[in-house]
C-alpha cells in the first residue's frame, strides 16, 4: 500500500524555523517527483516546492524561494521541506504528494500530475 506521512510541523514565531519530513511506504520516493504543497485558512492550495525524481532538481514557489529548501534523502525514503524564516503568512496544513513523472514540469503548482498525498501537518506562524 502506497503511503506517505509528513511530519515536523508545528507552533513556530515569526522569523523561526521548521523541518518537515515526507516520509514514504510501499514505493521509493526516488523514482517519483515530490512537491510540497499547502493550504491556509479560507486559502486556495498552493505549490510550495518541488523535486524531480531526475536529477533532484529542484524548483520554488517565488513566495517561499531563498527562505524554504526541499531534499531528498534516499537511504531513508524520505523527502524534506527545510523552512527558515518563516512568516504568519506561511501559516497552513502542509502537506507532500507524489508524482510518477520524471521531472516537476511548468505546471507543477497545479498538482493535476501528483497522485499520492499524505494527511498533511499543521504549521502555524504566530507570536
Known amino acids: 500500500q502506497l503511503q506517505l506521512v509528513e511530519s515536523g510541523g508545528g507552533l513556530v514565531q515569526p522569523g523561526g524555523s521548521l523541518r518537515l519530513s515526507c516520509a514514504a511506504s510501499?514505493?521509493?520516493?526516488?523514482?517519483?517527483?515530490i512537491g510540497w504543497f499547502r493550504q491556509g485558512p479560507g486559502k486556495e492550495r498552493e505549490g510550495v516546492s518541488c523535486?524531480?525524481?531526475?536529477?533532484?532538481?529542484?524548483v520554488y514557489a517565488d513566495s517561499v524561494k531563498g527562505r524554504f529548501t526541499i531534499s531528498r534523502d534516499n537511504a531513508k525514503n524520505t523527502v524534506y521541506l527545510q523552512m527558515n524564516s518563516l512568516k504568519p503568512e506561511d501559516t497552513a496544513v502542509y502537506y507532500c504528494?507524489?508524482?510518477?513523472?520524471?521531472?516537476?514540469?511548468?505546471?507543477?503548482?497545479?498538482?493535476?500530475?501528483?497522485?499520492?498525498w499524505g494527511q498533511g501537518t499543521q504549521v502555524t506562524v504566530s507570536s
Open positions: 510501499g514505493f521509493s520516493l526516488r523514482d517519483n517527483t
Open positions: 523535486i524531480s525524481s531526475s536529477f533532484g532538481r529542484t
Open positions: 504528494a507524489a508524482s510518477s513523472f520524471r521531472s516537476c514540469g511548468s505546471r507543477w503548482s497545479l498538482a493535476a500530475d501528483f497522485g499520492s
